[in-house]
Every structure is written in structure tokens, then in C-alpha cells.
């Protein structure tokens, strides 16, 4: 599946290049009133808005990976506070997941 998605991530970056690469034409690009860059080739404002919106959309999943992080650190201390309460002996033939089920995020 990893392999998938690094594929799938190269044929997407490639069709962005190869469009980008046919359009080359100087562009004025405004930012705000006043303000503007003229003669800026097309290609320059393709790519660097397709990374700027990919490092956005990075940094968009940051605050969700970090919560389940944290999820899982919680889940984990209980799970070895439920080990030590209930001893050695009786977690002999019982799985982590049959002590605490894995719950849904």
C-alpha cells in the first residue's frame, strides 16, 4: 500500500510538472492593491502554489496525528495500569486486545 501511495504521490507531482512545463508564458501576479510582480513565468506560480498547498495540507493532518499520539499514550498507560492490577499470573494466555479492546478514533 505504501508503495500505492508514493506511485500514485510521483504520477501526481509529474502531471503538475508536465502541465506547468507547457506554460511558460511571463504572468503578472498581484498580491494585494498595489502590489504586484510582473513578468513572472507561469511555470514559477504553478509550482510554488502546488508546494505551498501541499505543505499546507501536511500541516493540516499535524493536529490530528498529534491527538491520536496522545490517545494512544493514555491507552497504553492504562493498559499497563490493568496488567500490574490484575498480576502476572492471570495475563499468562491473554492478548493486550482482550484486556482493553481497541477502541475506534
Known amino acids: 500500500m505504501r508503495y500505492f501511495v508514493w506511485a500514485l504521490r510521483l504520477i501526481v507531482f509529474l502531471a503538475v510538472l508536465m502541465f506547468a512545463l507547457k506554460n511558460t508564458n511571463p504572468v503578472s501576479v498581484a498580491f494585494i492593491e498595489g502590489v504586484s510582480i510582473p513578468n513572472v513565468p507561469l511555470i514559477v ?9 501541499t505543505i499546507f ?3 493540516l493532518t499535524v493536529p490530528p496525528a498529534l491527538r491520536r499520539r ?14 500490574t ?5 492471570s495475563q499468562a494466555g491473554l492478548s493486550p486486545d482482550a484486556l482493553l479492546p481497541l477502541s475506534p478514533l
Open 85 to 89: 492490577a490484575t498480576g502476572p499470573q
Open 57 to 59: 495540507g501536511l500541516l
Open 45 to 53: 506560480v504553478m509550482l510554488s502554489t502546488f508546494v505551498l498547498g
Open 70 to 83: 496522545r490517545e494512544l499514550a493514555k491507552l497504553r498507560k492504562e493498559l499497563e495500569k490493568l496488567q
